[in-house]
RNA sequence: CGGGGUGUAGCGCAGUCCGGUUAGCGCACCUGGUUUGGGACCAGGGGGUCGCAGGUUCGAAUCCUGCCACCCCGACCA
């Protein structure tokens, strides 16, 4: 392990880059856009999909699983849907492999060739839907509330790890109802559950709103979400929520008998959220030193390091130790007790912090003699020292308290990286020299949408849920607005 | 698909201009020893089709030709 990161000010992105591979989350695989997860950035996935698969649980919804490959022909059933994500679908023609002519290795069996192309799924509304004709008949069958933890490919041009992989993992929920109210009910309440878990697991503050037109997933009426910032001051969606209305339900027939007898297509809602989560959390609390994780989500909450002088004392410093992390386990506090003797104990310090292990113990025989032990957490780099039975009520409250200070921090920066421009300058002027969400009056057409993107590389991310109505001129335009929306450069 | 760049040990690089011992350095790895309160030190060791294929030459990592791969910058996107 080489010293030293990167600074977030000299390269944030080449920090970015460094601290996926260096804190052993992800490496790149041969095939460019795919990602090696690595077990460290794995376990924090798992830490994401149980939180949010208890809280998909706790609303009514069951977990299934569809298939990988889709018929291509199933795809531009929905006229819209087709078109948003045509350019960017893995297609597989062949079933089979033959060995080459000149003997050097395997060629595609030429009369292999697949009668209908199969399709790597980049999302799964089209093989659900024509799924769901089949399940749904009666208002008895609805509402059908499912989700599917599973990968999808989309063949990106430019690609960086968990940001944009060319095949990730996400979870997609796909609801069917018998009207629109409750479907439209489905979507908000997904999104505050994306909300909730983006807030309290992962301490990352995020801004609810609807996309334009223009930023809308193909094939819904809206699409809802959450919007994070980074600490380069761009802006991260972290999560969707779309309202389908009865699109796809048309597009693949999908009629049920209502209550009255008459026959009537369903409502429905797809959501989801993906690994790049894991790339919105690096960058939204880690520092030079490297990872920051909230414990809710660190695969290890508490490393133990002894500090041993001469061989002999270890087998004291482990009693303490397994003392201590017992007490924690006991607490729901996962706990890793470091004692190999390759390393030194200044190294294993730096090692976790590069891993952003929230809290970190240290024992030396100057604690065995006094029955003390040394804690510091990760966040604030500060140490305390405390007599061994105290520690684990201590640790237990560091928690909660780490992951409310990780929260509040990054609510600090959102805040005072949010600004509200009226004029075209100002809005300028704030992109180039400070970042962050700019508020701003839009005159809601995609063309002025559209001219601001290519005049200044800023998207609208989202118009907020809960903006304020008032009467005001559009930022570019000076046509009339009735609210504010929010604007910034987006990964 | 345009513009730029790079391929030499697991990783990061030097050597290439100007051909000439056995291809070198740092990190990592292995062995032994001394160490251990903020990234230890000493000694020894293993590891290479120099991206691939041709060519020039007594001799090629180095020169020539062709090919391949990857990275960065621009047009698409959770």
């Known amino acids: 392990m080489s010293k030293g990161l990167p600074k977030r000010s000299d390269d944030y992105s080449a920090w970015y880059n460094e601290l996926v591979k260096r804190a052993d989350l992800a490496e790149n695989s041969p095939v460019r856009g795919s990602m090696v997860i690595k077990p460290y950035g794995y376990s924090i996935?798992?830490?994401?999909?149980?939180?949010?698969?208890?809280?998909?649980?706790?609303?009514?919804?069951?977990?299934?699983?569809?298939p990988l490959f889709i018929p291509k022909s199933y795809l531009s059933r929905e006229a819209d849907h087709v078109e948003g994500f045509a350019k960017e679908c893995a297609v597989v023609t062949h079933y089979r492999l033959k060995k080459s002519e000149d003997g050097g290795g395997v060629v595609v069996d030429p009369e292999a060739r697949l009668e209908e192309e199969l399709i790597v799924r980049p999302t799964s509304e089209?093989?659900?839907?024509?799924?769901?004709?089949?399940?749904?008949?009666?208002?008895?069958?609805?509402?059908?509330?499912?989700?599917?933890?599973?990968?999808?490919?989309?063949?990106?041009?430019?690609?960086?790890?968990?940001?944009?992989?060319?095949?990730?993992?996400?979870?997609?929920?796909?609801t069917a109802h018998a009207t629109k109210a409750e479907a439209e009910a489905e979507t908000i309440q997904m999104l505050e559950i994306y909300a909730e878990f983006a807030e309290k697991h992962m301490a990352l503050p995020v801004i609810k709103g609807v996309k334009t037109e223009s930023e809308r997933f193909a094939g819904a009426v809206d699409t809802y979400c959450?919007?994070?910032?980074?600490?380069?001051?761009?802006?991260?969606?972290?999560?969707?929520?779309?309202?389908?209305?009865?699109?796809?339900?048309?597009?693949?027939?999908?009629?049920?008998?209502?209550?009255?007898?008459?026959?009537?297509?369903?409502?429905?809602?797809?959501?989801?959220?993906?690994?790049?989560?894991?790339?919105?959390?690096?960058?939204?609390?880690?520092?030079?030193?490297?990872?920051?994780?909230?414990?809710?989500?660190?695969?290890?909450?508490?490393?133990?390091?002894?500090?041993?002088?001469?061989?002999?004392?270890?087998?004291?410093?482990?009693?303490?130790?397994?003392?201590?992390?017992?007490?924690?386990?006991?607490?729901?506090?996962?706990?890793?007790?470091?004692?190999?003797?390759?390393?030194?104990?200044?190294?294993?310090?730096?090692?976790?912090?590069?891993?952003?292990?929230?809290?970190?113990?240290?024992?030396?025989?100057?604690?065995?003699?006094?029955?003390?032990?040394?804690?510091?957490?990760?966040?604030?780099?500060?140490?305390?020292?405390?007599?061994?039975?105290?520690?684990?009520?201590?640790?237990?409250?560091?928690?909660?308290e780490i992951q409310s200070n990780i929260y509040n921090k990054a609510l600090n920066f959102r805040e005072s990286h949010t600004t509200e421009v009226s004029t075209y300058d100002e809005f300028q002027d704030v992109l180039e020299n400070k970042g962050g969400f700019v508020l701003a009056h839009w005159d809601g057409s995609s063309e002025t949408e559209e001219r601001i993107k290519e005049e200044t590389k800023a998207t609208i991310r989202s118009i907020p849920l809960n903006a304020e109505e008032e009467a005001g001129s559009c930022v570019y335009s000076g046509k009339p607005s009735k609210k504010k929306v929010l604007f910034a450069r987006a990964y």
């Not at 208890?54 to 299934?64: E, L, P, V």
Request: no cysteine; charged share 25%.
């Open 45 to 66: 996935w798992e830490k994401m999909q149980a939180g949010l698969d208890k809280m998909f649980k706790d609303t009514g919804h069951t977990n299934a699983y569809f």
């Open 126 to 174: 089209t093989v659900i839907w024509n799924t769901y004709k089949n399940w749904i008949q009666s208002y008895r069958d609805l509402p059908l509330l499912i989700n599917q933890w599973a990968n999808v490919v989309r063949w990106e041009m430019r690609t960086r790890l968990f940001l944009r992989t060319a095949e990730f993992l996400w979870q997609e929920g796909h």
């Open 226 to 400: 959450i919007e994070a910032l980074m600490q380069d001051g761009k802006a991260l969606q972290a999560g969707t929520s779309h309202f389908l209305g009865q699109n796809f339900a048309k597009a693949f027939d999908v009629k049920f008998a209502n209550q009255e007898g008459g026959l009537d297509y369903v409502w429905g809602t797809s959501w989801g959220v993906s690994t790049r989560l894991i790339g919105g959390l690096i960058m939204a609390h880690s520092d030079d030193n490297g990872l920051v994780l909230p414990p809710k989500l660190a695969p290890i909450q508490v490393v133990i390091v002894p500090i041993m002088k001469g061989k002999d004392q270890l087998v004291q410093l482990a009693d303490q130790a397994n003392k201590i992390a017992s007490k924690l386990r006991d607490k729901g506090i996962s706990v890793k007790f470091d004692d190999r003797d390759t390393h030194k104990p200044g190294w294993k310090f730096a090692e976790y912090e590069l891993k952003g292990v929230p809290v970190r113990i240290a024992i030396g025989p100057r604690d065995l003699e006094n029955g003390t032990v040394e804690i510091a957490r990760r966040d604030t780099f500060e140490k305390q020292t405390v007599q061994v039975d105290e520690a684990p009520e201590v640790i237990f409250e560091l928690m909660d």
